[in-house]
């Protein structure tokens, strides 16, 4: 999804410095919204692509490589996306400072990464019936998992 996030400039017209890019911070924000939207992914997708042999999902890897059930390795993939998210909002919460202009447009890129996270789960809930996986999410933020009949 990096690639994807290279294009947030050129779409949404962001023009940030490179240092500001290099920057730890931003650098940390975008791996969290790349894992989340990845995690968040292999989540809803893991039935179809252990259906077909695909092995590159994290479900499918932390079941075998943890050798946990197939329920442990979905609510570990469930805990690591909401870590990650909550390590998304934290360093949000905590963007340096570069001057008046640049941090602006710093926060309309979070904003971004922060649509982009919303909008793959709000999309994945409403179009499950593509991976044969009904997801819940309870008022707390906890899933439940079950395969559709």
């Known amino acids: 999804m990096f690639a994807d996030l290279e294009l947030i400039e050129i779409v949404e017209k962001i023009y940030l410095p490179e240092r500001v890019y290099q920057h730890e911070t931003v650098k940390q ?24 042999g695909d092995v590159h999902n994290l479900v499918l890897v932390l079941k075998e490589e943890r050798d946990l059930s197939l329920a442990e390795a979905l609510d570990e ?4 996306h909401d870590a990650e998210v909550e390590r998304f909002i934290k ?27 919303r909008a793959n789960m709000d999309w994945s809930f409403s179009d499950t019936a593509r991976y044969q996986v009904n997801v819940t999410e309870s008022a707390t933020g906890k899933w439940t998992f079950s395969e559709k009949i």
Do not use: G, Q
């Open 77 to 80: 993939t469930a805990r690591m």
């Open 29 to 52: 924000l975008s791996l969290a919204c790349n894992n989340v939207v990845c995690w968040a992914n292999d989540i809803f997708s893991f039935d179809k692509e252990r259906r077909h």
């Open 91 to 117: 360093l949000s919460n905590n963007l340096p400072y570069f001057s008046e202009i640049i941090n602006s447009e710093l926060e309309r890129y979070v904003a971004i990464l922060r649509a982009w996270m």
